[in-house]
């Protein structure tokens, strides 16, 4: 028997996630791996945590990455925080959003949701009507709501709730490490990420932080987190304290990884990366403007995330399968209501760059004028 990896098409992935990946990062998963108790692999551990509270801006003493990818982190901060019977607010402008409600939905919460527009912004005046008239738990909405191409305006709706005992929960899994992230300043009280959108890291790590009063909220509850694996009280024993608790066999070549890709983005300097993902933002854009393409987004677009009409004559999925087959560039369609509408392309992390953006703007051009 021989693998198939020769087989195995060198795909640049322009997608919204996973993101292309730095050669060093890909070295640095291929050193030897160690054990989960390791002493170097606490060091390690220990690093990464210091680099995830530089970026998303906060202190909180409880901030690591779950292993498992960014729908991981959704699991783990509802579950943590949601019992049978508590109030739960929901902004919905997205496919992400409607995840939100199935899953706080499963846990025995009951939802409101407060519906917006797709392609649109969060308006937070319809949120507060809803927080005028009756007490929630939790406040949850998405930063960066990948199907539909919007960053969603976090800071405003956080200070909604702040000052009040209702905790407030962000997914921002396409947005950390793009565009700015303040945890602590904006109030977020449980938060999630991806590894593999703007950090540019193989999928597999959720960065996550919860607050002090998030950590009061599970402690008080009344009943036990009812996912053993996802028990933040029992993971927390695992990434602080003397000696360390073992809770899971950690990825440690996945920590090794994401070391890297926090250590290649601080070193950058978080300013410099959220400007250089809206310049590529803006190259992309009026690249695909010159071959008549329209951004679906009017206003509050993310930069990256980016979803574009094709010109009249051009079949967006025929598109797609050109690129793929004929150029080895993947992109992404739409989805719910957008699907066959529109192209959804990631500028994230090595793929906000001139090289992998000029590249996709010329293999367009070559699909649409055969």
């Known amino acids: 028997m021989t693998t198939v990896f ?3 098409d060198h795909v640049l992935l322009m997608a919204p996630g996973p993101s292309p990946v730095a050669p ?3 070295k640095a998963m291929s050193i030897p791996t160690l054990g989960h108790l390791d002493p170097d692999c606490i060091k390690v551990m220990d690093a990464m945590q210091e680099q995830l509270r530089a970026v998303c801006k906060t202190r909180n003493a409880v901030t690591f990455p779950i292993s498992g990818t960014g729908s991981a982190g959704m699991e783990a901060t509802f579950v943590n925080l949601v019992e049978r019977g508590d109030d739960v607010l929901i902004v919905n402008n997205g496919v ?31 949120v507060k009507a809803r927080l005028d008239k009756k007490h929630y738990k ?11 191409g919007i960053n969603n305006p976090i800071a405003a709706i956080g200070e909604l709730v702040k000052n009040s005992d209702t905790l407030y929960l962000v997914d921002s899994v396409a947005g950390l490490g793009g565009v700015d992230m303040r945890v602590d300043e904006w109030g977020i009280d449980a938060f999630y990420s991806g590894s593999q959108k703007c950090l540019s890291v193989p999928p597999g790590l959720a960065p996550a932080s919860f607050s002090d009063a998030a ?14 694996y996802m028990d933040v009280s029992l993971i927390r024993k695992y990434w602080e304290g003397s000696p360390r608790v073992y809770h899971h066999t950690a990825p440690i070549n996945m920590y090794y990884a994401m070391h890297q890709a926090l250590d290649n983005l601080l070193t950058e300097g978080l300013d410099a990366s959220f400007a250089r993902h809206v310049a590529m933002h803006r190259r992309l854009t009026d690249g695909l403007a010159k071959l008549g393409f329209t951004p679906y987004v009017k206003e509050g677009g993310a930069p ?13 999925n025929a598109l ?20 066959g509408k529109v192209i ?11 090289e992998p953006i000029d590249r996709l703007i010329n293999a367009i051009k070559a699909c649409i004028n055969k």
């Not at 990631?346 to 760059?353: I, W």
């Open 6 to 8: 020769g087989e195995l």
């Open 24 to 26: 060093n990062v890909l």
């Open 96 to 126: 992400f959003c409607s995840r939100m409600v199935e899953v706080a939905t499963r846990l025995g919460a009951r939802v409101d949701v407060v519906e917006c527009p797709w392609g649109r912004p969060i308006d937070p005046a319809a």
């Open 138 to 148: 939790i406040l949850a909405a998405v930063h960066a709501e990948t199907s539909t």
């Open 215 to 228: 950590m009061e909220a599970i402690a008080k509850r009344k009943t036990k987190v009812p996912n053993w």
């Open 304 to 316: 990256q995330i980016n979803l574009f009409l094709p010109p009249a004559g051009v079949d967006a």
């Open 320 to 339: 797609r399968a050109c690129l793929r087959k004929e150029h080895k560039i993947e992109v992404a369609g739409g989805l719910g209501d957008l699907a």
């Open 344 to 354: 959804r392309v990631g500028v994230m992390g090595e793929g906000a760059r001139e």
